[in-house]
């Protein structure tokens, strides 16, 4: 009975200890605004942003690093050190050159704090691109080697100013592309032509076309082209 008495009042005693004793100190992340939704834009603008993030632990946070999902992204801390109840600042740029449609991008700050070791940010919108081509990637499928075929890319215009085609080229020796319209008003549509002529010793066939504008957006359009070659 004594032992267990004993035994229990210890047992008190390291309960009122622990409780007395302070909480290990760590840092917090917090970010008040961790989207960015920058509504609709025109392609090729520039979005440029800073989010806020607070340190709302009791112990220093360290940034040790940022990723953004892309190189369109770029992201950058005014301080690896935050102290505790103090902030920083993450300053972003976000170029939609190369996008068009709904698109959402991330960039993963990487710091100590033990409960969000890696705290994610979201920079999202929809671009408005003045000309669309269709398809985006020339898929050639199988083509016979000494033959011919033609394919098609449609360029609509939905922009509000008229766009001239400059020139249409590619480094691929099989293939040739001309457009018939040199000039798109808004709500229009052109085609560009392409013939593709593989020859005997090809068995795939891989490059692009660039299409080059005057519009001050976007003055090349890249397109994949590609396929293979039967005999």
């Given at each position: 009975?004594?032992?267990?008495?004993?035994?229990?009042v210890?047992?008190?005693a390291?309960?009122?200890i622990?409780?007395a004793?302070?909480a290990?100190?760590?840092?917090?992340?917090?970010?008040e605004?961790p989207?960015?939704?920058?509504?609709?834009?025109?392609q090729?603008k520039?979005?440029?942003?800073v989010?806020?993030l607070?340190?709302?632990?009791?112990a220093?946070?360290?940034?040790?690093?940022?990723k953004t999902?892309?190189g369109c992204?770029?992201?950058n801390?005014?301080?690896?050190?935050?102290e505790?109840?103090?902030?920083?600042e993450?300053?972003?740029?976000?170029?939609?050159?190369s996008?068009?449609?709904k698109i959402s991008?991330?960039?993963?700050?990487?710091?100590?704090?033990?409960?969000?070791?890696?705290y994610?940010?979201?920079?999202?919108?929809?671009?408005?691109?003045?000309?669309?081509?269709?398809?985006?990637?020339l898929?050639?499928?199988q083509?016979?080697?000494?033959?011919?075929?033609?394919?098609?890319?449609?360029?609509e215009?939905?922009?509000?100013?008229t766009i001239?085609?400059?020139?249409?080229t590619?480094?691929?020796t099989?293939?040739?592309?001309?457009t018939?319209k040199?000039?798109i008003?808004?709500g229009?549509?052109?085609?560009?032509?392409?013939?593709?002529?593989?020859?005997?010793?090809?068995?795939?066939?891989?490059?692009?076309l660039?299409?080059?504008?005057?519009?001050?957006?976007?003055?090349?359009i890249?397109?994949a082209?590609?396929g293979s070659?039967?005999?």
């Amino acid at each position: 009975m004594y032992r267990r008495t004993l035994r229990t009042v210890f047992l008190a005693a390291l309960v009122t200890i622990a409780a007395a004793l302070p909480a290990l100190a760590a840092p917090t992340i917090s970010v008040e605004k961790p989207v960015l939704d920058f509504g609709t834009i025109p392609q090729g603008k520039k979005i440029n942003h800073v989010f806020t993030l607070k340190n709302t632990g009791d112990a220093p946070l360290t940034i040790i690093r940022t990723k953004t999902s892309c190189g369109c992204t770029v992201a950058n801390v005014s301080t690896k050190t935050i102290e505790p109840g103090k902030s920083g600042e993450l300053k972003t740029t976000f170029d939609s050159a190369s996008f068009g449609g709904k698109i959402s991008k991330t960039i993963t700050i990487e710091t100590n704090d033990p409960a969000t070791p890696a705290y994610t940010l979201t920079i999202k919108g929809t671009i408005n691109e003045d000309l669309v081509v269709t398809p985006r990637q020339l898929n050639l499928g199988q083509l016979k080697a000494g033959s011919s075929r033609d394919f098609s890319l449609t360029l609509e215009n939905r922009g509000e100013r008229t766009i001239k085609i400059v020139s249409v080229t590619t480094p691929l020796t099989q293939a040739k592309a001309a457009t018939k319209k040199q000039t798109i008003k808004p709500g229009e549509s052109g085609q560009i032509n392409v013939t593709v002529a593989p020859r005997a010793e090809d068995r795939f066939i891989s490059g692009f076309l660039t299409i080059a504008t005057d519009s001050p957006a976007k003055p090349e359009i890249t397109i994949a082209v590609y396929g293979s070659v039967i005999k």
